[in-house]
């Protein structure tokens, strides 16, 4: 099946950039969408942003709009998280999704996630 590994996490001040990277292995989504949820403890999963894997069509929650770019890499089938402008309220683990749908913020939509990778913002 589909398996998805992220990395790129760390703790960062408010205002540093991070890069967060998705690696996808197994079998290939064709006509598919993949997404970046973030979650705090004791909270909702939030949808924050998603791209299209072939058209490159993207999405993004407004609480991040501006301030993050998400990309993918087809040869490595690497989908990426650009964060600048980090906020303390970033803070979260970030899991990555893959779904075979073009419906981009509906977490049922995605079949597969990966483990998470920590972001932390400290003031």
């Known amino acids: 099946q589909v398996q998805l590994v992220e990395s790129g996490g760390g703790l960062v001040q408010a205002g540093a950039s991070l890069r967060l990277s998705c690696a996808v292995s197994g079998r290939t989504f064709s006509r598919s969408t993949m997404g970046w949820f973030r979650q705090d403890p004791g909270k909702e999963r939030r949808f924050v942003a998603a791209?299209?894997?072939?058209?490159?069509?993207?999405d993004y929650a407004d609480s991040v709009s501006g301030r993050f770019t998400i990309s993918r890499d087809n040869a490595k089938n690497t989908v990426y998280l650009q964060m600048d402008s980090l906020k303390p309220e970033d803070t979260a683990v970030y899991y990555c999704?893959?779904?075979?749908?073009?419906?981009?913020?509906?977490?049922?939509?995605?079949?597969?996630w990966g483990q998470g990778t920590q972001v932390s913002v400290s003031s």
């Open positions: 999704a893959a779904g075979s749908s073009f419906i981009t913020r509906t977490e049922a939509q995605y079949a597969y």
């Open positions: 791209i299209t894997w072939t058209s490159g069509r993207t």
